[in-house]
């Protein structure tokens, strides 16, 4: 099992940017694949974006060319990168990493972060 301890998150305003972290306990994280998923009031948490092992990425339809995901596997961190946002991307933002395919991301797989709120608004 791998730790996962998530940073930044807060409040913007529509447009603004935010940098989430997510950073791992043990060097086993440079061969999981690393994914960020969000969670509004009443929803189902959603896959936002993944990276793999060899930088293969992933992104859903809703955040393509405004999120960029990306990992330091040095560092044992992964990155979401969040610009131009917009309030339906306020939510509960996790981070998980698991042993496996990036097509094989799922709710159900892995190790998970704490949470952090995003919240965009005027």
């Known amino acids: 099992q791998v730790q996962l301890v998530q940073s930044g998150g807060g409040s913007v305003q529509p447009g603004g940017s935010l940098r989430l972290s997510c950073s791992a306990s043990?060097?086993?994280?440079?061969?999981?694949?690393m994914t960020w998923y969000r969670q509004s009031p009443g929803k189902q948490r959603e896959l936002v974006a993944g990276?793999?092992?060899?930088?293969?990425?992933r992104y859903a339809d809703s955040v393509k060319g405004r999120f960029t995901i990306s990992r330091d596997d040095a560092k044992k961190v992964v990155y979401l990168q969040m610009n131009s946002l917009k309030p339906k991307d306020t939510a509960v933002y996790f981070c998980?990493?698991?042993?496996?395919?990036?097509?094989?991301?799922?709710?159900?797989?892995?190790?998970w972060g704490l949470g952090t709120r995003v919240t965009v608004s005027t």
């Open positions: 998980n990493g698991y042993y496996g395919t990036l097509r094989s991301a799922s709710p159900d797989l892995g190790d």
């Open positions: 043990r060097s086993i994280f440079s061969i999981y694949t």
């Open positions: 990276i793999g092992s060899g930088g293969d990425t």
